[in-house]
């Protein structure tokens, strides 16, 4: 079963507006990861928020979480055409030897012009 | 490397045969791993390799895959006698330690394999 589930699956905004996706999680969780995707191929890392942290930024996403929901939300501002991708939220699971990085199904935004 | 490279980019194969498919993962980086997407799906962890230290193979789906890493650094994913169901994106990614300590996971572009 899926560690990380992305809300919505899919999100259409215009260009200018913000866009939140969502990412709900099961078990305890060292860290919890956004990348995003272009075009099915490699993913590319764009933030990383600890268990002990409320919330992040980078540029124009903000990232928060709420351990006690077992939740978190990817907040991009003023999106752009460019922002147009699948987005994937990815926990790493706390304890243990080895290290497991769970993904989501993701969420497909497009961000028309 | 610059990135994780991996190789080939594409391959299409006969059901029933088998495919290895090679990464490179950024040097330096002493874990590796690879995933496996599906159309229109998430990531599904398949192995994972950190330095020395016996690898994790709790995610491959059947003993028809394998995979090791020669010398710590490249690896190779094979598959043997192929199925329909194992046409999928193939992804290899590396990180300088464990994922949980922080340390950013670089992705390969994936190998995409189509069995027919």
């Known amino acids: 079963s899926q560690q990380g589930e992305e809300d919505p699956q899919a999100l259409s905004i215009q260009e200018g507006e913000n866009a939140t996706m969502n990412c709900s999680y099961k078990?305890?969780?060292?860290?919890l990861q956004w990348y995003r995707q272009n075009s099915g191929r490699g993913l590319v890392h764009l933030i990383l928020i600890r268990s002990n942290e409320r919330e992040k930024h980078s540029g124009r996403l903000r990232v928060t979480l709420d351990t006690s929901k077992k939740s978190s939300s990817l907040l991009i501002t003023a999106s752009r055409a460019a922002d147009t991708a699948s987005y994937f939220c990815a926990t790493a699971t706390s304890g243990g030897s080895n290290y497991k990085l769970t993904f989501g199904k993701g969420t497909l935004l497009t961000v028309n012009p | 490397g610059a990135g994780v490279s991996q190789s080939p980019s594409n391959k299409v194969t006969e059901k029933g045969k088998d495919v290895e498919l090679r990464c490179d993962p950024i040097?330096?980086?002493?874990?590796l791993y690879w995933y496996r997407q599906s159309l229109g799906q998430g990531l599904e962890f398949l192995i994972y390799f950190q330095g020395n230290s016996a690898p994790d193979k709790s995610g491959l789906p059947s003993d028809r895959f394998s995979a090791e890493r020669t010398g710590g650094s490249v690896s190779t994913l094979t598959i043997q006698r192929t199925q329909q169901e194992d046409s999928a994106v193939y992804l290899c990614?590396?990180?300088?330690?464990?994922?949980?300590?922080?340390?950013?996971?670089?992705f390969g572009e994936g190998s995409w394999l189509t069995v027919v």
């Open positions: 040097s330096g980086h002493t874990a």
């Open positions: 990614a590396s990180s300088l330690a464990r994922g949980y300590s922080g340390n950013t996971i670089y």
């Open positions: 078990t305890s969780i060292n860290n």
